[in-house]
């Protein structure tokens, strides 16, 4: 499927793929409701998960840099069904989630005009109509084009907005004025874990999710046994440092009984701004958070569906879902998740009683990316004995004892995580446990099986790549 295409990605391009699908400035205010804990928070999900899954990103890219990310690592370890199961629960977390990042997007580009614009429905739709279709015709484009987009928005609307916070955030502290956190101490940095933060973990551990994205675009990476080890050093390194500080400064400057979780990032802004009597620069950041929204949107748009067009391709899947146009891009697969993220974006903004089930439709892309991550890891070390000898640029360190410990923390990281999401969250107490837990692994359940149902109905006239072989 991808074998034509042109070389056209490097380290920095690799590594602002991942900033892209990883760093979201609108985590942020979730995570600053916590203070200093939030340092605790941060440093469980890292080294519970962003380390192991940077770890082994490296090593299974390098190791099988054919093309498809997720799906030819776990096909390679497990088979055909294990990788397109992997890749499909992967695709499918992003249809209920689409719906999330559009709304943040379009509530921050409402700063342009009126933050007020916000709780209007139809300008929202709008706005995220725009940018879901914008973004999808970028990506339609292809790899050279969306990379370009990618790699500009991140760095414009991601890692700038996030520079400039933590600078005024350390302007703002130095210079006097009123601190809404208390005065810091070691013990103020432990996270408290307990029965009512155990659901809490889950978001934690999946904020660093995405690490693996560039591992799609291991066919158009100039040298991937070089580059791809390097960019995911890189990448990591700047989520983690950007992440920790900037949630700071929000946190010293909006107290937590005023906090947006949807709007806090701008609220922090205005509050900066003001305080420094630069109140006409919030215009241009919010068109600048805006574009790294969009960067982030664009870079999940494109990664599954270039991993499901592969899986299409070899003929698990009917033709459509492998059609791809002449930049290379999979058509099918982009036009299709656009047309469905669009319905799920009508019905959450027009239909107020949708929101409950929403709510537990977005708990259930944790349950789904859990399950891709449960795959990666223990891919990793699957491939470490079934097939030793393949060249890996990149090998994590320590031998058989590295691979465990690595895929085994990820590992135990996932499950707990998958296990506390069944845990119903405060807001249904009127729901038990076991119901709700039934309710989330049967709508799971659909979202990720489907793939049986494709490979039930498999027929030889599917696969592409025997048609091309025939015919050469």
Not at 291 to 304: E, F, R
Request: glycine share 8%.
């Amino acid at each position: 499927m991808s074998s034509g295409k042109s070389k056209a990605l490097g380290v920095f391009a690799l590594a602002m793929i991942n900033v892209a699908a990883v760093l979201s400035l609108r985590n942020y205010p979730s995570m600053a409701i916590y203070g200093w804990s939030s340092i605790g928070w941060y440093l469980i999900g890292t080294i519970a998960f962003l380390i192991p899954l940077t770890l082994a990103g490296a090593e299974l890219a390098t190791g099988w840099p054919q093309g498809g990310g997720v799906y030819a690592w776990v096909r390679e370890a497990f088979g055909e069904k294990a990788g397109f199961i992997a890749v499909f629960c992967e695709w499918s977390n992003n249809l209920v989630w689409f719906p999330t990042v559009l709304a943040f997007i379009a509530s921050t580009f409402a700063y342009l005009f009126n933050p007020e614009l916000a709780n209007d429905n139809m300008f929202m739709f709008v706005v995220m109509m725009v940018a879901f279709w914008g973004t999808t015709i970028i990506s339609l484009m292809g790899e050279q084009t969306s990379s370009r987009f990618g790699s500009f928005g991140v760095i414009a609307g991601s890692i700038v907005p996030a520079i400039l916070i933590i600078v005024l955030g350390l302007a703002y502290w130095f210079s006097g004025q009123p601190i809404s956190l208390p005065p810091f101490s070691w013990s103020a940095t432990l996270p408290e874990i307990n029965i009512s933060t155990l659901p809490f973990i889950a978001t934690v551990v999946l904020l660093f999710a995405g690490m693996e994205m560039a591992g799609f675009h291991a066919l158009e990476v100039r040298n991937p046994q070089k580059d791809y080890p390097k960019a995911m050093a890189v990448s990591s390194s700047i989520i983690f440092l950007l992440t920790v500080i900037g949630t700071l400064a929000i946190a010293i400057v909006v107290p937590v009984d005023q906090l947006s979780l949807a709007a806090g990032l701008m609220q922090a802004f205005q509050s900066f701004l003001q305080a420094f009597n630069l109140s006409w620069l919030l215009v241009p950041l919010a068109l600048l958070v805006t574009l790294g929204g969009l960067a982030n949107l664009a870079s999940w748009l494109a990664g599954p569906a270039l991993g499901l067009g592969e899986v299409a391709a070899r003929g698990n899947m009917p033709p459509f879902f492998a059609r791809t146009n002449k930049n290379g891009a999979p058509t099918g697969v982009l036009i299709l998740q656009a047309a469905i993220g669009t319905v799920v974006s009508m019905l959450y903004l027009f239909i107020p009683s949708i929101s409950a089930a929403y709510w537990i439709l977005s708990a259930m892309t944790v349950l789904l990316l859990c399950i891709v991550y449960l795959f990666v890891f223990a891919a990793l070390i699957k491939l470490r004995y079934s097939q030793p000898d393949t060249p890996r640029a990149f090998k994590i360190p320590g031998g058989i004892p590295g691979i465990w410990v690595t895929g085994g923390v990820g590992f135990l990281a996932c499950l707990i995580t998958f296990v506390v999401s069944l845990i119903p969250p405060g807001s249904y107490e009127h729901v038990s446990t076991f119901t709700y837990a039934i309710v989330m692994l049967a709508g799971t359940a659909i979202l990720a099986l489907p793939p049986l149902v494709f490979l039930r109905l498999r027929k030889p006239s599917w696969n592409l790549q025997t048609k091309k072989e025939v015919q050469s």
